[in-house]
């Protein structure tokens, strides 16, 4: 009989209990989605001309704002002749109701040239019409379009070879 309840307890317990013991759960769904608008993109309809100018006496900075309005740091070492003076002009386009923002070439990085003869173009500004009457890095797509002006102040140095310069520089547009 020692054997039969030894057995039976053996069997008891290598199979193990039977009772299966469950946590609480629950589910829900929900959906993903996306929206995919317009890309963004640049025009340039006119290049940026800060005129024409007699050789300095001395170096001077030239400058056009984007209010097209060019100065100089020093008028008596240099003329300023009134004829083709222009800021450049972008337009931009994409996503009505979209922010973006602008990157303008950083100083000592554009050069304008002619010949071997060269001359620095810095402190370049952007003026947009939908944030009008001051200068700045951002616009607003308000109808999916915006303008932009941009100036800069050019470096002569005394001396300036006499030449047609020019050169290129990168404006960059994209959404905030």
């Known amino acids: 009989m020692k054997k039969i309840i030894f057995m039976a307890l053996a069997i008891v317990l290598v199979a193990g209990p039977t009772t299966t013991i469950k946590a609480q759960t629950a589910k829900a769904s929900t959906t993903a989605g996306a929206e995919i608008v317009s890309a963004i993109s640049l025009t340039s309809d006119a290049s940026l001309s800060f005129g024409k100018m007699?050789?300095?006496?001395?170096?001077?900075?030239v400058t056009i704002s984007t209010a097209s309005q060019v100065t100089t740091t020093n008028s008596s070492v240099i003329s300023l002749f009134s004829t083709n003076a222009a800021n450049a002009h972008y337009n931009v386009s994409g996503a009505a109701g979209y922010a973006y923002t602008i990157t303008l070439p950083a100083d000592d990085h554009v050069l304008i040239e002619s010949g071997t003869n060269s001359m620095r173009v810095n402190g370049f500004k952007a003026r947009t019409a939908s944030i009008p009457g001051s200068d700045g890095t951002s616009g607003n797509l308000v109808s999916g379009t915006d303008t932009f002006v941009v100036g800069a102040t050019l470096k002569v140095k005394s001396g300036?070879?006499?030449?047609?310069?020019?050169?290129?520089?990168?404006?960059?547009?994209?959404?905030?």
């Open 54 to 61: 007699s050789a300095p006496s001395a170096d001077v900075d």
């Open 160 to 176: 300036q070879v006499a030449g047609t310069y020019s050169g290129p520089f990168e404006v960059i547009v994209a959404y905030n």
